[in-house]
């Protein structure tokens, strides 16, 4: 699979992978740029170019994944990117699937109680998953933009973070069980498919995001803290 | 692939425990009537299976409707010792007989096997109770196995149905009709 360069366009990038919209949106990126380089753009924009270009290709391909490249930016960078991915979950993602699953519901003519389970099901993933970014948002990257900064607490380490930190994926793969091979079909089948396109890109995303933060950010932060530990 | 399964007999016990014994043993679909006017024979029912008592299927209306019906597969329930064809089963006939006459009907493709293949009537046991919110060791105890019993049987039934978390298994127990929903209130349980 080719990489993309700093050559390259915002129109090329989409027209191989249009997945990867949402990615170029949290860089700030944007579209009507004309035919404007990622290094053009990237340069007028102030945005990290070897930095966006690693997380696109990444992202685009799965079996490319240097984690020493990665590791060598600063944690900081890689926060931030986290942080307007979880934006994008709170104000777009979960929204959208909740709004989904409601219509779900509401063609559903025969009133079956199976998908008012689904719902209470999807509530409580829901939950755990917001539960999940909350940690952290509040926990997490406070932590270690603390611990960059020289200014953390002595006694708080990642490990007393990760030992709490919730696993999300497990109930989205149920989810997905549930409803292609349970649940009988009595409602729309048109928004079912929409349904279950977002939860196949949110998961894909929550993939990735999670590669990111457990290859990457967490092991930064490991060396760190040893190195802190030695002096 | 589930397969229709209509018992036509006077005799509730019969039909009561020839329907227990084929669910038991069999991914089939059993209904049971008393007489042969019960069973109005509904079209959407494809060559079912037919468990007939004997006078019954020997009686002027059945013979009709066999005759005009697309050849459903027909079994006699008999008294009489001295049959042995495959096409009948005898009224104090062994548990094992009875599977013995009846395998063929039931027997898949591999295929149609793996397609039919829901859970086992123990997994089921051990579906119940994890959506009821014991713990392994509990269910152990209830059932009468040991914790290691219990967790191969998460394990399978985890692969069987691409379920995992405690929760969805209850959605899946909940919509299957494992768990009586009126003695439980959902939201406590999911």
Known sequence: MNKFSRKDKVFDLLETNHHLLPVINRFGLGLGNKDKSIATLCKEK???????????????????????????????????????????????????LQQLLHQLIKSDKTESKELLIIEKFYHKYKTEVLLHLKEEEELLFPYITKLINGTSRKDYSIHTFEKEHTNVDTKLKDLKSLIIKYIEPVYDQYICTEFLITLYDFEKDLNDHARIEDTILIPIVLDIERENNEN | MKTNVIIIHTSTIVCEGLSFILQKNYQCDCKSYRTLDEWTQPEALQKPLILVEDIIANSAAYLKFMESANTPTSISITHNQNTTTPYNILINASEASIYECLDKYFVASPEQKEEAEGLSKREIEVLIEIALGYSNKEIADKLFISTHTVMSHRKNITNKLGIKSISGLTVYAIINNYINTDQIVISDLI
């Open chain 1, 46 to 96: 102030d945005i990290n170019a070897e930095f966006l270009l690693l997380i696109i290709n990444t992202f685009n391909n799965e079996e490319y994944f240097p984690e020493d490249e990665l590791k060598a930016f600063s944690p900081l960078l890689i926060i931030d990117y986290l942080r307007k991915t979880h934006i994008h979950y709170n104000t777009y993602v979960l929204p959208k």
